[in-house]
């Protein structure tokens, strides 16, 4: 009964999100009981976005998305909000088990730290980088110029 409440006043206090209808939209977006949310802080490649591995064109922002639907696997996200975008969507920061889903994918190489915005997964940047862990082993666009073409 003591975690029951513990979860109750959690979701009425703090805007953490628990449900069971989960869509992922792309790499850094989720449908979660019809409320959009993209993920605070970070910035994926687009969906249509490709990068260059070894001369062989890699879809790397599909290749972001099927990550995070493997991270997620059967589970559903906690998700913590920090507001709203231009877009109406919810900012927020997306959790599996306590683990963060932006953390995971910026150290993974499919997720940049989002520094227009935030400063928080810069670090994690820097792993993936300096590991050439998922698109830092490519040529790519960095998303944002991507989308300004």
């Known amino acids: 009964m003591k975690k029951f409440l513990i979860i109750i006043v959690s979701l009425l206090c703090c805007n953490i999100s628990l449900a069971n209808n989960l869509k992922i939209v ?12 993209r993920f605070s802080g970070i910035d994926t490649p687009e969906l ?25 696997g059967n589970k559903t996200p906690e998700c913590i909000s920090e507001g709203k975008d231009v877009y109406n969507r919810t900012l927020a920061e997306c959790f599996i088990n306590g683990k963060s889903l932006s953390k995971f994918l ?8 989002y520094r227009k915005y935030s400063k928080k997964f810069i670090d994690d940047e820097d792993f993936a980088k300096a ?12 998303p ?6």
């Open 26 to 37: 792309d790499g850094d977006t989720i449908v979660l009981n019809g409320e959009k949310i």
């Open 48 to 72: 249509k976005q490709t990068c260059l591995h070894n001369n062989e064109i890699v879809d790397c922002g599909m290749s972001a998305k099927i990550l995070l639907i493997k991270k997620i």
């Open 106 to 113: 910026v150290r993974s190489g499919y997720a940049f730290a």
């Open 131 to 142: 590991n050439k862990n998922g698109m830092w082993a490519m040529k790519f666009k960095y």
């Open 144 to 149: 944002w110029d991507f989308r300004s073409r």
